[in-house]
């Protein structure tokens, strides 16, 4: 089993998404970002669960899609990253231009 750790960036996505989500309803969001990471959550037995991200197509580099939003991670022997969480219009090119992310 992989440990799975979330990154300062992906915690702060999450707090983003649910900020959003909950001005139109609070246990929505609450409900939303539960159900979000318990997918992600999932990548502790299978961390191939993922397709390669296209953008970078590295092996380690992976992502799964729930909903509109994309948990792109990185994964080793016995861990996994949550690196983002990001809505799928957003370019993730162009947002790691801006806010780079530490890649082992």
């Known amino acids: 089993m992989a ?27 609450v409900d939303f970002i539960d159900r979000l990471v318990g997918a992600a959550e999932k ?3 299978s961390p191939k669960l993922g397709r390669i991200v296209p953008e970078y197509n590295r ?10 939003y994309r ?5 080793h022997s016995n ?13 993730l090119t162009n947002l790691l231009r801006q806010e780079p992310w530490i890649l082992e």
């Open 3 to 29: 440990e799975i750790r979330w990154s300062l960036t992906a915690e702060n996505d999450l707090r983003g998404i649910e900020t959003f989500i909950a001005q139109d309803s609070a246990l929505h969001a």
């Open 43 to 45: 990548l502790s037995s």
């Open 59 to 68: 092996e380690d580099l992976r992502e799964i899609l729930f909903r509109n």
């Open 71 to 75: 948990v792109v991670y990185q994964f």
């Open 79 to 91: 861990s996994v990253t949550v690196l983002r969480v990001v809505h799928g219009a957003r370019d």
